[in-house]
């Protein structure tokens, strides 16, 4: 496994100096997630602190606003890209509680920004429609798992009724690329 999260590493090592693009955004958390997965489980330092400056990459992204320019950027499915964005993020942020680290709290709680703006949509807010200039696509039926299995995570940091109800009604929250159910 460690040979893996060496791949992954080297791969997006090679492809950061570059300029934005696709590996800095919601691919670079889900490499992340992998690597920091591996570390924790081989008690690698050195993984679990490169998956932590994969969590910083997306946390200092994240606008005042609580969107992801590089997920805004996808017109009719940047809601979609962002709850996708938000699921490696909240993870790579309980890694780093079980581990001693406040990762919820950086860039002033960063991810929580990007939680309330999205759930914000979900609920109906307009946000997205507007600045991504075109209607938004929204979920049909109750939420599924990529859709919103990370928000059991955030609520039992954060409390919020809002997300508890959404989470109520989704229609599983066990997500293949998380390896099942998310804790709590």
Not at 11 to 32: E, F, I, R, S, T
Not at 43 to 60: I, K, L, Q, S
């Amino acid at each position: 496994m460690k040979a893996v999260a060496r791949q992954t590493m080297d791969c997006y090592d090679v492809a950061m100096p570059k300029p934005q693009g696709a590996k800095q955004n919601n691919h670079l958390y889900w490499a992340a997630v992998e690597v920091g997965a591996i570390a924790i489980s081989a008690n690698d330092r050195t993984m679990f602190d490169w998956a932590v400056a994969g969590y910083r990459n997306g946390a200092e992204q994240i606008t005042p606003e609580g969107t992801l320019p590089l997920e805004m950027h996808r017109g009719q499915r940047a809601l979609n890209y962002h709850l996708y964005a938000i699921a490696p993020l909240v993870y790579l942020a309980e890694f780093g509680a079980d581990n001693g680290m406040d990762l919820f709290a950086e860039n002033n709680s960063a991810i929580s920004r990007l939680v309330d703006r999205s759930i914000a949509r979900l609920l109906g807010s307009s946000y997205f429609d507007r600045e991504a200039g075109i209607h938004q696509d929204m979920p049909k039926g109750p939420l599924i798992a990529e859709e919103i299995s990370w928000a059991r995570i955030h609520v039992h940091h954060f409390p919020d009724a809002r997300i508890s109800a959404l989470l109520s009604q989704a229609s599983s929250l066990s997500y293949m690329y998380l390896g099942g159910l998310p804790p709590f």
